[in-house]
């Protein structure tokens, strides 16, 4: 089995695995042989997986050059439902603006990631905060999903090393192991994300946290065409550790590679923001 790692910015047979006291093993047993499998595809050759083309396609496939979309995220709990919507603008993999448009106790309430920082700004108080490194695995706006996952700040390229394990049955696809590097300080230890046959989808991420316990699974459904892309327009998260909770996440519009301004990215453009 190959090792891959890149210093650049982020399904069919049955699997059988052994199971031990660190989870999946090295080397799963693999019933048939996959340079029988022939599929269509840019990332797949001689019936394996291009890992490291598929890995950097995944990790691009909502933003591009540039970006701006429109999304709904409904939180469930046990005794209670909300809905927003919100805007979200993208330049490369450094900028992201997010405003979120309702419920309306709550529109104008903006997120600005700029590199490395990320501010809060509340319409209610007409106050700018600034989000240190250390919250960006705290919940955002209420939700399942952290700071992080929202404006993408940890790469699986450059913060993980990963390994193609091989096929996956439950969905059917390519697994994709991702671990930590020694230097990274972060919420997962490992990551098994599933891609689609033939590797420009996501399927279905399991997040393990640092005693290598599952925490969390993503679940990718709703496949729909926007621009020249194919993207899962619904991102459903379902935390292990508390029941009856989920954050539905979908996409109800996205424009590709459209001029989104460099003042946009500014504070002063965040609190002119309503």
């Known amino acids: 089995m190959r ?23 090295a080397e799963p047993k693999l019933p048939l042989d996959l340079n029988d499998v022939s599929i269509d595809s840019p990332f797949v050759k001689d019936g394996r997986l291009d890992v490291e083309a598929a890995v950097k396609y995944f990790e691009d496939l ?22 927003m919507e919100m805007k979200i603008w993208t330049l490369g993999q450094e900028k992201v603006l997010i405003l979120l448009q309702s419920p309306a106790r709550e529109k104008g309430t903006a997120t600005l990631k700029v590199g490395t920082h990320l501010w809060n700004y509340l319409p209610k108080i007409k106050r700018t905060i600034r989000i240190p490194p250390s919250m960006m695995l705290a919940s955002w706006m209420g939700s399942d ?29 390519w697994l994709i192991r991702f671990e ?9 230890n490992r990551i098994d994300l599933i891609l689609s046959n033939d590797g420009t989808q996501p399927l279905k ?18 496949i729909r065409k926007f621009g020249e892309k194919l993207i899962p ?4 998260l379902v935390p292990k550790d508390k029941r009856g909770y989920r954050t539905e996440m979908t996409y109800t519009a996205i424009d590709f590679d459209v001029e989104v301004p460099e003042h946009f990215f500014s504070l002063s453009h965040l609190e002119s923001l309503r």
């Open 3 to 25: 090792h891959h790692e890149l210093s650049v910015g982020i399904v069919t047979l049955t699997l059988t695995l052994a199971w031990g006291a660190k989870g999946f093993a």
């Open 62 to 83: 909502y933003r591009s050059t540039s970006s701006i979309a429109e999304v709904r995220m409904r939180v469930t709990k046990p005794r209670a439902q909300r809905t």
């Open 145 to 173: 999903f952290t700071n992080d996952d929202l404006v993408r700040e940890a790469s699986f390229s450059e913060d993980y090393t990963y390994t193609l394990v091989g096929r996956a049955q439950e969905p059917q696809g």
């Open 180 to 188: 930590a590097k020694p230097e990274l300080v972060g919420l997962w």
């Open 205 to 222: 991420a399991d997040h393990y946290d640092r005693r290598n316990r599952l925490a969390r699974t993503i679940v990718w459904t709703d």
């Open 233 to 236: 327009a619904t991102m459903t």
